[in-house]
């Protein structure tokens, strides 16, 4: 079983992925799906909350202001 922080980095690392595809053709589009489906069992095996999600994009949101 994964822990929560092993779970929490690999739902980042799947978004930080999904935020960089252009679907071009239908591969694109294919891999996209499997991965938003990946995020989706992995939230969902986690149990995810609100708070947590808010904290992840609040996050991702002040790294995109600093750099």
Do not use: W, Y
């Amino acid at each position: 079983m994964l822990s929560r922080r092993s779970i929490e980095t690999l739902i980042d690392l799947a978004e930080n992925k999904l935020s960089q595809i252009i679907p071009f053709d239908r591969d694109g589009v294919r891999e996209i799906k499997l991965l938003q489906s990946c995020v989706d069992e992995l939230k969902s095996d986690m149990g995810e909350t609100a708070l947590v999600s808010g904290r992840r994009a609040a996050r991702i949101e002040n790294q995109a202001t600093t750099h």
